[in-house]
């Protein structure tokens, strides 16, 4: 659990660092809107995104606080690992086509919800959440780069959320357990950049059929072999 905590922050810093100019002008014009009355209105639709990725987080925060270890424990087997990316595969096959027309501050409370119960379900061992939360933007008709953005900026409370869970865990961690954490660390870090790079360029083309198969033949190969 240490190990997980600690990569995950890796791919945190990965994505932090792709998303620091999205970043800092969200949490400007958040704070210029509850702080600076006379600016409120050229920054409401900042405002209005930044509480729709609130709202988004809600439901995946309350399902994981209370079921979480119950799910862990029942739920836990490689079959329903099966199950899980058969399912995956399937969300993504019947939105491979959509381009949607929406662009980032076209998004609606009603889609921010839609998008949070769709991720609330990734708390399921082997839904993949930017899979699911991508799904869900397109089936709320973002366009692709506005659905992939949202779905990694969604990525941020949640990661939070898990460090903060998870800063006891990493209280008893030896010092020779340093070198081998670090490098998990740096190799999350850098998987994650470049893998999202290359997410990136297969969203936009509107190439997700590739992932469908994939998840396909993964979740057959465990149907025949476990």
Not at 28 to 51: C, L, P, Q
Request: charged residues 15%.
């Amino acid at each position: 659990l240490t190990f997980e905590i600690v990569s995950n922050f890796g791919s945190f810093l990965a994505i932090l660092f792709i998303f620091r100019h999205e970043i800092i002008s969200l949490l400007r014009g958040f704070f210029t809107y509850v702080f600076i009355k006379e600016r409120r209105k050229e920054v409401k639709k900042v405002f209005d995104y930044v509480i729709k990725i609130i709202i988004s987080t809600i439901p995946v925060g309350i399902t994981g606080f209370l079921f979480k270890d119950v799910i862990e424990e029942k739920m836990g087997s490689i079959t329903i690992l099966g199950f899980a990316f058969l399912l995956t595969s399937i969300m993504i096959f019947l939105v491979r086509n959509i381009k949607g027309k929406k662009d980032n501050y076209d998004l609606t409370y009603k889609d921010a919800i839609i998008i949070g119960l769709f991720q609330a379900v990734t708390i399921l061992p082997g839904i993949s959440r930017s899979g699911t939360v991508l799904v869900a933007c397109l089936l709320c008709n973002l366009k692709r780069e506005a659905a992939l953005k949202y779905t990694f900026l969604l990525y941020f409370p949640i990661s939070v959320g898990t460090m903060i869970l998870g800063v006891n865990d990493l209280s008893g961690m030896s010092s020779s357990m340093l070198m081998p954490y670090f490098l998990g660390l740096l190799a999350a870090l850098i998987v994650t950049y470049f893998s999202y790079r290359w997410l990136s360029n297969i969203v936009k083309k509107g190439k997700l059929i590739g992932f469908s198969i994939y998840c396909l033949f993964l979740s057959l190969f465990i149907f025949i072999y476990f």
